[in-house]
């Protein structure tokens, strides 16, 4: 366990992040080859605890391969992207992957995470684990930007979009209305329609209140 601060404009080629922390700011750059794991216990006697934070505007962060926040085996893992940062993740995100993970990611004041294919939460593949615990919560001028399907599994997991935050998606798949708390903000979708009915994932009555809008 120990922590990495990246600052002042500088730039580092990284190849994993299991335990600790690692922050970049004022500018810096991180380029992840293949993909990062923030917060793993698969070699560890006691639950791995990762947090992964860019901050600040011209800051930027790109992983090549998967983004995983709170990976097996009571993993807990955060990812902090705020201030105007930019972070891309070039292949699927997941928040919360297997048994006992605890997984949370916020998007924040102007700062933009872009995945380019799928993001998941409290789970991947084809089943879920639900007594993993994923979060994503987007506010005050944060974007998440997904190219595929954001998909929310069984369980506690959630996604708190609030006022000023946008949740721009291809596709979308939330076991439960409940699971999505839009208090505030833009959910836009791309790929598909929109159903409102009693199978709806959104439940079957939908109220577009002040500061709430939808893009489809």
Do not use: C, H
């Not at 335990?19 to 006691?46: E, H």
């Not at 090549?64 to 201030?83: H, I, M, R």
């Amino acid at each position: 366990t120990g922590a990495m601060v990246i600052a002042n404009g500088g730039a580092v080629i990284g190849r994993g992040l299991r335990s600790g922390s690692l922050t970049v700011s004022g500018g810096s750059t991180y380029n992840q080859i293949g993909s990062i794991t923030v917060g793993d216990n698969r070699f560890a006697g006691t639950a791995g605890t990762g947090e992964l934070t860019f901050w600040g505007f011209g800051t930027t962060g790109r992983v090549q391969g998967f983004t995983y926040v709170g990976s097996t085996d009571s993993g807990q893992g955060k990812l902090n992207v705020n201030s105007g940062a930019e972070f891309t993740t070039a292949g699927n995100a997941i928040i919360a992957w297997q048994t006992g993970a605890q997984g949370s990611a916020l998007v924040t004041n102007s700062a933009t995470w872009v995945i380019e294919n799928r993001l998941s939460i409290g789970g991947f593949g084809t089943t879920g684990d639900n007594t993993a615990n994923g979060s994503l919560q987007i506010s005050n001028g944060g974007v998440v930007d997904v190219a595929a399907e954001t998909q929310l599994w069984p369980g506690a997991s959630q996604i708190q979009l609030m006022g000023g935050g946008r949740l721009k998606t291809a596709t979308y798949d939330f076991d439960a209305p409940s699971q999505f708390n839009w208090t505030g903000g833009t959910f836009e979708i791309t790929g598909e329609g929109l159903a409102i009915d009693d199978i709806g994932q959104l439940g079957k009555t939908l109220v577009l209140g002040a500061g709430k809008s939808m893009v489809v």
